[in-house]
C-alpha cells in the first residue's frame, strides 16, 4: 500500500512548515501534489491531506468505526480526560453527543441572548480610544465569561483563575510539545498539576448543583446535564472541562481574526455598522472561512481505507483540510481575499464550508458559537465608530497550541467611539 506522494524527508522540515505557516505551507504543497497528499508531522501518524470536497463528504459520510476522530484527538488527552466526548469513539462517543446535545440545540440559543448581549456590551464599554488593543486577550475575557455562565449559570471567580492558569499553560505550549507529552508516553504529571485543582473546584460544584432542590428549573447547561443524563461525577468533569476549553478560545480567536480583517476593511466595517442580520452572519462566515481556527480535523484509520484511488493502510490519519477546501478558487474566487458579500450570493456548502468539521464529529458547539460571534460583532459594531489596524501589516498567523490565532493577537485601534445613546438600541432578533 503507497501512500500518496508529499514532500520527501526529513520530516522535521515538514514539522516547521506545518507548525510556522499552515496555511501557505498546505498551499504550496497542493501546487506541487494535487488535492491529496502526504505530510510527516514529528510524534504523529502520517497526515493524508485531503483538499477536495468529494474525499471530504467521503470521510464525513464514513463509517466512524474506521475513521477514528477520538483516537486522533488523543494529544487533548492527558488536559481534558479520557471521557471527554471529544476523545471517544465508536458507541461510547455516540452516547456522550447525544446526552451533550440538547442544551446547544439550536432553539436553546434564544435563552443565551440576553446574557450574551450584556456581557459584551459591558467588556466592549471599557475598550480604550486611540491605542493599539490585543483583542484575542479581551475576547478570551469575554468568551470564558459567556461559557462558565452558559455552563453553570452564574460565575466562580476560583474556577475562572484555575482555568486562566490552565489555558495560559495549553496556549504557551506547542502542539508538538503536547504531542510528546500527550502521545503514548503521556506525562500525565505535566497536566496534573493544572488538572487536579480544576477538577476539585468542578466537583464542588457538581456536588452543590446536584444537591440544589430547583435543579430542574435551572436553564444552565450542568443543572440540563444533570437532570436528563445519568453521568458519573468523573465524566461530568471531563465533559464540563471539554466545554469550557473547546467552546472559549476558539470563538475567541474567532473574534479576534474578524476585528483584524474588518479593521484592513472598512467596506466591510461601515456595512457591518448598518446592522444587517444577513451580513453580521455573512462576516462570521467569510472570518471562519479564510482564517479557520482550526486548519484541519484528524481520523485516524482503524483499518485499510480506499480514498481518492490510494488504499491507505491501517494507522495512518486521514485530514480534510479546512484550509485547503476554503482557498479553493473554483469554490471561492479570489479565495485569499476577505469578502464577506460572498455568502449573501451563495450559501456555505455543507462540504465546502467546514470550519466546524462534519457528520457525526461536527462540532457541537457550532450553532452557539455563531450565535455569540454575532452578538459580539454586534455589541462591538454598535459602540466602535472606527476602527484601524493596529499593526502595519496583515497579521500572520501562530499556533495556540492547536487553534490558530493572530499573530499581535488582533491588533487594533479603536479609533473613535458611538455616543453612549446608540448603544442599547433595540436588539435585533438573533437566529
Ligand atoms: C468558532 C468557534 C469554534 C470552532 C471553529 C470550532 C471547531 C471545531 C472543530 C473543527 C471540531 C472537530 C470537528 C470534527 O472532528 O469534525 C469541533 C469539535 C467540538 N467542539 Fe467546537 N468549535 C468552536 C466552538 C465550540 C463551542 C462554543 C463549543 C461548546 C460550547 C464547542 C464544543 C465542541 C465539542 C464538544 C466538540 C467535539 C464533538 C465530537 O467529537 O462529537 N466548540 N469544534
Redesign the pocket.
Known amino acids: 500500500m503507497t501512500l500518496p506522494p508529499g514532500p520527501p524527508r526529513p520530516h522535521l522540515a515538514q514539522t516547521v512548515g506545518w507548525l510556522t505557516r499552515p496555511g501557505p505551507y498546505s498551499r504550496r504543497l497542493r501546487e506541487r501534489y494535487g488535492d491529496v497528499f502526504t505530510i510527516h508531522v514529528e510524534q504523529r501518524a502520517p497526515w493524508v491531506m485531503l483538499g477536495h470536497p468529494d474525499h471530504v463528504k467521503q470521510v464525513?459520510t464514513g463509517d466512524p468505526n474506521v475513521l477514528h476522530?477520538?483516537e486522533?484527538?488523543n494529544i487533548l488527552k492527558p488536559l481534558l480526560g479520557a471521557r471527554s466526548?471529544?476523545l471517544?469513539d465508536g458507541s461510547e462517543?455516540m452516547q456522550?453527543?447525544k446526552a451533550?446535545l440538547p442544551p446547544?440545540h439550536g432553539e436553546r440559543m434564544q435563552a443565551y441572548g440576553d446574557m450574551i448581549r450584556a456581557i459584551a456590551n459591558e467588556e466592549v464599554a471599557g475598550w480604550p480610544v486611540g491605542t493599539p488593543l490585543a483583542t484575542r486577550l479581551r475576547t478570551q475575557e469575554l468568551t470564558l465569561e459567556i461559557?462558565m455562565r452558559?455552563v453553570f449559570g452564574s460565575r466562580d471567580q476560583r474556577l475562572r483563575d484555575a482555568l486562566h492558569g490552565l489555558l495560559e499553560f495549553v496556549g504557551r505550549t506547542s502542539v508538538l510539545v503536547l504531542s510528546v507529552l500527550g502521545g503514548k508516553r503521556a506525562n500525565t504529571a505535566v497536566f496534573d498539576r493544572v488538572r487536579v485543582p480544576i477538577d476539585a473546584l468542578l466537583g464542588e460544584l457538581i456536588t452543590a448543583r446536584r444537591a440544589d432542590p430547583d435543579l430542574s428549573e435551572h436553564a444552565d447547561i450542568l443543572s440540563m446535564l444533570l437532570a436528563g443524563t445519568d453521568m458519573d461525577d468523573a465524566t461530568l468533569k471531563d465533559e464540563l472541562l471539554?466545554?469550557l476549553v473547546?467552546?472559549?478560545e476558539?470563538?475567541a480567536?474567532?473574534l479576534a481574526w474578524a476585528l483584524e480583517r474588518l479593521a484592513r476593511h472598512p467596506g466591510a466595517w461601515a456595512r457591518l455598522r448598518e446592522g444587517d442580520d444577513d451580513y453580521v452572519d455573512a462576516v462570521c462566515k467569510e472570518t471562519?472561512r479564510l482564517r479557520?481556527?482550526?486548519p484541519g480535523?484528524?481520523?485516524l484509520l482503524k483499518a485499510p481505507y480506499e480514498i481518492a484511488g490510494y488504499t491507505l493502510p491501517a494507522g495512518v490519519a486521514v485530514v480534510?483540510s479546512?484550509h485547503l477546501i476554503h482557498t479553493r478558487a473554483d469554490i471561492y474566487p479570489d479565495p485569499l481575499a476577505f469578502r464577506p458579500e460572498r455568502f449573501l450570493e451563495k450559501p456555505p456548502g455543507t462540504y465546502t464550508w467546514?470550519?466546524?468539521?462534519?457528520?457525526?464529529?461536527?462540532?457541537?458547539?457550532?450553532s452557539?458559537?455563531?450565535f455569540?460571534?454575532r452578538w459580539v460583532l454586534r455589541a462591538i459594531a454598535d459602540a466602535v465608530v472606527e476602527l484601524q489596524p493596529g499593526t502595519t501589516s496583515a497579521e500572520d498567523t501562530k499556533h495556540r497550541s492547536i487553534t490558530l490565532a493572530p499573530k499581535a493577537d488582533g491588533r487594533v485601534i479603536v479609533a473613535r467611539r458611538a455616543a453612549p445613546a446608540r448603544r442599547g438600541q433595540p436588539v435585533p432578533s438573533g437566529r
Open positions: 464525513f476522530a477520538g486522533g484527538n466526548v471529544l471517544l462517543h456522550h453527543r451533550l446547544f461559557i452558559a471539554t466545554l473547546a467552546g472559549h476558539t470563538t480567536t474567532a471562519l479557520p481556527v482550526l480535523v484528524i481520523r480534510p479546512i467546514i470550519p466546524f468539521g462534519g457528520g457525526v464529529r461536527r462540532c457541537l458547539g457550532a452557539f458559537a455563531l455569540e460571534m
